[in-house]
């Protein structure tokens, strides 16, 4: 047999993946199928099948390129893919290892921001609960834009034609490109250690790319943890953003936050003047009031007849004396009759009846417990007689019985431990000069023994001695 032609599945595998990846059609392969068994690893690799009508093919996006994705792929989800085609030397399955991946209908852009959108109103960011109230008449005012561009102009030339007691604070901000979201949430960050009252963060309209900054989650948390009432103002009135949905109030355009943020001078003006109108009427009213009401406080019976007042006084007073002599008349009358009432009791006129009568009851009393306890006794020393004759029998008798129980249980071990009664059961006992020998060592040729069995005793000679 020529073992050299046989080669390893390892060397196999190893041979299939070169070929496939010299070939130049399949290292740069364009596939559109539908995303199932969709797995993301803890490492940032993702993992999924790609699918059609009739195929499936394994593929893996490794982590340096899924960062750079902007949605998170789902399973059904129709996708066009490109990456090269490869073999797992472990399993012997090729693959597609994904360099790129698109949505095949809807934008990436628009999938991730559906699903981030979807991802922070679970979470509870949008609700409005947690909106806080943007004050009407703020002193100074944060703006997080860009330094250069309409947005910022638009916002400060509108301030201050407004309301020009605002102060404003600008943190400039990068608005667009990779970098813009970090710098977007740093300067938020930096604005919770002024004293503001509002906070605009926002920029100038664009495409969805150019608005994106905005639509980081990063940004969005920044937004939602600021202790400032934050106005989102980002492009134009048709563009939504997901700050927009987190802030605690939507401008539909920078100038229109601005316009949020502070009042109308000449509102203001109207108001004062309005409130100012208002407050002379009302203080008229009172003037009015309070001089009608001292007219007819002067022109009262009272104020214009006061001695009237004090014969009336009087007049209560002399009725109110009358009624406590009556009522003290009355009492008195009541506590002399219960007086004579307990003066001629009949006890306390003759009080050695009463004792008499107590005297009489005690005696009763003693005679009645004496006349009890007498029986009592009788019938319990008969009692106690008859107890004593039986218990006295009866301990007797037990004494009796448990004395022969234990003479029986001696009998019987005597009976147990009496050689005759091994005798009887064949055994014999040998004796020399009266004692009995237990081992052949105390014997010697020539001794005369004697041989006790149950019926008699012989007497022997020893001619041989043998020892085990």
């Known amino acids: ?54 195929s499936r093919i394994n593929a893996i996006m490794f982590s340096f390129n899924a960062s750079k994705v902007k949605f998170v792929p789902i399973d059904g989800m129709k996708v066009l893919v490109n990456g090269k085609i490869s073999v797992y030397e472990a399993s012997g399955s090729y693959q597609i290892y994904v360099t790129d991946i698109m949505s095949d209908g809807v934008g990436n852009l628009h999938i991730a921001f559906e699903q981030l959108k979807k991802k922070l109103e679970t979470e509870g960011l949008f609700d409005k609960k947690y909106k806080k109230r943007v004050p009407k008449i703020p002193k100074k005012i944060g703006i997080v834009t860009a330094p250069t561009g309409a947005a910022i102009k638009d916002i400060l030339s509108t301030i201050k034609r407004r309301f020009p007691l605002c102060e404003t604070i600008l943190f400039p901000a990068l608005v667009q490109g990779v970098d813009a979201a970090p710098s977007i949430v740093k300067q938020i960050e ?3 250690n002024y ?18 900054a905005f639509n980081e989650e990063i940004v969005a948390r ?3 943890a600021s202790k400032v009432p934050v106005i989102s103002a980002v492009g134009h009135e048709i563009d939504f953003t997901i700050s927009d949905f987190v802030a605690d109030l939507r401008a539909p355009t920078p100038t229109g936050a601005a316009e949020m943020a502070v009042p109308n001078f000449k509102d203001i003006l109207n108001y004062i003047s309005q409130v100012n109108i208002r407050l002379n009427e009302a203080l008229k009213k009172k003037l009015d009031y309070l001089s009608l009401n001292l ?4 022109n009262s019976y009272i104020l214009k ?18 009624k406590l002599n009556s009522n003290i008349q009355n009492k008195l009358e009541v506590s002399k009759n219960r007086f004579n009432q307990i003066k001629n009791n009949y006890t306390l006129n003759n009080p050695k009846n009463i004792y008499e ?5 005690l005696n009763n009393l003693i005679y009645t417990l004496s006349t009890k306890t007498n029986n009592i006794v009788k019938d319990n020393k008969v009692r106690l007689a008859k107890y004593d004759s039986k218990r006295i029998n009866q301990i007797t008798m037990n004494y009796i019985n448990n004395s022969n129980l234990k003479i029986n249980n001696v009998i019987e071990k005597l ?3 009496n050689p005759l009664n091994s005798l009887k059961r064949g055994y014999s006992i040998v004796k020399k000069n009266g004692k009995s020998i237990k081992d052949v060592r105390n014997l010697k040729e020539n001794d005369i023994i004697n041989i006790e069995l149950n019926n008699g005793i012989i007497k022997s000679t020893v001619n041989q001695i043998e020892m085990r």
């Open 1 to 54: 047999m020529d073992l050299e032609k046989y080669i390893t599945v390892g060397d196999l595998n190893k041979y299939i993946k070169g070929v496939m990846e010299s070939n130049s059609n399949l290292q740069n392969v364009y596939l559109k199928g539908e995303i199932s068994n969709f797995k993301a690893h803890t490492r940032g690799h993702w993992y999924f099948t790609l699918k059609d009508e009739t």
């Open 190 to 192: 930096k604005a919770q």
């Open 195 to 212: 004293d503001i009252d509002t906070l605009i963060v926002g920029r100038g309209g664009g495409s969805i790319e150019d608005l994106w």
């Open 222 to 224: 920044a937004i939602f």
């Open 295 to 298: 007219t007819k406080i002067k």
């Open 305 to 322: 007849n006061p001695i009237s007042m004090y014969e009336m006084k009087e007049q209560k007073l002399d009725i109110l004396i009358d």
């Open 357 to 361: 009568i107590k005297k009489q009851n």
């Open 415 to 417: 009976e147990v431990l």
